[in-house]
């Protein structure tokens, strides 16, 4: 009997944690982080997110063979797979990059043949109003359904129409799709929300489909930051004076921006408007820009797209990591408008139930492995690479002493021996960072104060 592991094969090898430099961050510091994490960081980062522990736990787990593995077997040349479990956290990398192509692969196969466009909308960091979301998480919550409130409102508002239909305008709806996204680049603190809009709206009664045209983007942004700035007050997160200070201030220097995209239709866009979608869903730490100098513990991320920053020590990085890590079901994708999850107009297309499924379960709505990896690597997993055969799901092991007995057979699941990293030092109060080869202080970033020269525009 021959035994092998999918660990090594080549479609598999992105997932030997073992490589990775988050999960040596965390072996090396995720202890000293959390007992430290009170006395260096509550005071510039806020308090710790709930759950933060039992996520990086999941995290460092995620594809280690150690806790868990699934059995498959080939039934013609007794070939044996072995597969480790992922964590399915959405703050870990490798698992949120599986899950954006999932996403925008079954979203494209529901989205009707419109136009669409891709809008930005960001939030200032004058007068804290960064800070203020950082403190209250729920807050990105509450924001998007004013953001796509105010989209229904007024996207059918610009719509020229059949006179016939005008009266049915105040019912017509676009169709929303909005992920929150909390983090930017070097993992700074950037509220902002992504959304697919249709250019246009659907009238409910005949469903028809009714192009906008040009977008007067500088009414949009002037009427989210009045939404935004009036529901702060309300909630008593903002004082009226602050509140004045912001809605006086020129739209193009407050800070508060709307991005537009161009208007792409299906199919003829289909790569773009999939590439927008795999965007918005994309994790806050792309793994390949990433890299931790063990003996040193200093960590850099190097942003093809602007300067690189480094963190001193580990730990600084992990109380920037941390941050952006979604509390239990805290919701990051919201579909409105049209798309809304009541209306149903984004199911399935209905399909005439075979005979013999007509008796199993309801199918569950994760994308099985095999056909992420058939779709990602043009490979199929289960195909037996000996004979090429469909291999077949034995069973999955559990028990610690199987476990190391399998393991210990496959020559799998020793951890390597690596260099003692360093503590971090205790003459510090602030975090260092370094951008462009040059060593600055990442203090007002996190500050509740407003920073110096806001009232110019300098600091938006």
């Known amino acids: 009997m021959q035994h092998t592991s999918c660990v090594a094969q080549p479609f598999y090898r992105k997932r030997e944690a073992h490589q990775s430099p988050l999960w040596r961050i965390l072996v090396d510091h995720r202890d000293t982080f959390l007992w430290q994490y009170e006395r260096r960081f509550e005071q510039s980062h806020g308090r710790l997110p709930h759950g933060t522990e039992d996520a990086l736990e999941k995290i460092l787990r995620c594809g280690d063979p150690n806790y868990g593995l699934s059995l498959l077997h080939c039934p013609d040349c007794k070939t044996h797979l072995a597969v480790p479990f992922s964590c399915k956290q959405r703050a870990c990398p490798s698992c949120a990059k599986r899950r954006s192509e999932d996403v925008s692969h079954r979203l494209l196969e529901r989205l009707p043949s419109v136009g669409y466009r891709h809008v930005v909308i960001t939030v200032p960091k004058m007068m804290g109003l960064r800070k203020r979301f950082q403190q209250d998480t729920r807050l990105y919550r509450k924001s998007a359904r004013l953001f796509h409130r105010l989209l229904s409102r007024w996207i059918p508002d610009q719509i020229r129409c059949h006179r016939n239909k005008r009266n049915q305008k105040e019912y017509a709806l676009p169709g929303i799709i909005m992920a929150v996204q909390t983090f930017g680049s070097g993992l700074r603190t950037h509220p902002h929300f992504h959304l697919l809009v249709t250019d246009g709206a659907f009238f409910p009664n005949d469903g028809g489909f009714y192009q906008m045209g040009l ?38 220097r407050s800070g508060f921006s709307v991005f537009v995209g161009e208007s792409l239709t299906l199919p003829d866009n289909e790569a773009d408007i999939r590439r927008i979608l795999q965007y918005i869903f994309r994790s806050s730490l792309p793994l390949k820009h990433l890299h931790y100098e063990e003996s040193t513990g200093q960590v850099q991320y190097r942003d093809p797209r602007g300067p690189w920053k480094t963190w001193e020590h580990a730990i600084h990085f992990l109380s920037d990591f941390v941050q952006h890590i979604p509390r239990a079901r805290q919701h990051q994708v919201t579909y409105a408008g049209w798309f809304a999850n009541a209306l149903g107009n984004l199911k399935d297309p209905l399909e005439e139930p075979k005979p013999e499924q007509q008796t199993r379960s309801k199918a569950s709505r994760y ?25 077949v799901r034995s069973r999955t092991l559990f028990d610690p002493e199987e476990l190391r007995r399998l393991l210990k057979n496959l020559k799998l699941g020793d951890y390597p021996s690596r260099p003692r990293s360093p503590p971090p030092p205790d003459n510090e109060n602030k975090v260092e960072g370094s951008e462009g080869g040059q060593t600055v202080l990442w203090s007002d970033e996190h500050s509740q104060v407003p920073p110096g020269g806001w009232e110019n525009g300098d600091a938006a």
């Open 367 to 391: 994308t099985r492995w095999a056909a992420m990896v058939l779709r990602t690597w043009s490979i199929d997993p289960e195909l037996c690479w000996q004979c090429g055969q469909k291999m």
């Open 215 to 252: 977008w007067d983007t500088a009414a949009l942004t002037e009427k989210i930051r009045a939404s935004l700035v009036q529901s702060f007050v309300a909630r008593g997160i903002l004082r009226e004076e602050t509140a004045k200070i912001l809605l006086e201030m020129p739209i193009e």
